[in-house]
């Protein structure tokens, strides 16, 4: 099944993107020991990964915030490696990426 990120999930990765950005910059704030452009590039597989795992397997992810985000079907699949979460809607012909949103914040705010 395809996998269909909303205008919502391209303003997270963006988001997502800006703090992994630092990993990859060469400039002179960011020390040369800090920077890890590995880890930018793993974040993107990590994403394509849950993609790819959520289009097979839509069932799989947890559906643990749908009584207090009130979205019947709602899902969330976590990446693997990194505290984000991917929340997505299975559709009939496909998945419906609503955020991909870092672990640790309110998500039911």
Not at 36 to 57: C, H, N, T, V, W
Not at 67 to 89: A, Q
Request: a positive charge; one cysteine or more.
């Amino acid at each position: 099944m395809s996998v269909a990120p909303r205008g919502w999930r391209r303003t997270d990765l963006e988001r997502t993107r800006w703090r992994f950005h630092w990993y990859r910059c060469p400039i002179a704030q960011v020390p040369a020991e800090r920077r890890a452009p590995e880890a930018a590039l793993g974040f993107i597989d990590a994403l394509e990964q849950a993609y790819s795992y959520i289009g097979r397997r839509p069932d799989a992810g947890s559906s643990r915030y749908v009584g207090e985000l009130n979205l019947p079907g709602l899902r969330f699949w976590r990446l693997k490696k990194y505290p984000h979460l991917v929340f997505y809607v299975e559709r009939s012909d496909h998945i419906d990426v609503w955020r991909v949103l870092h672990g640790m914040r309110d998500i039911p705010s």
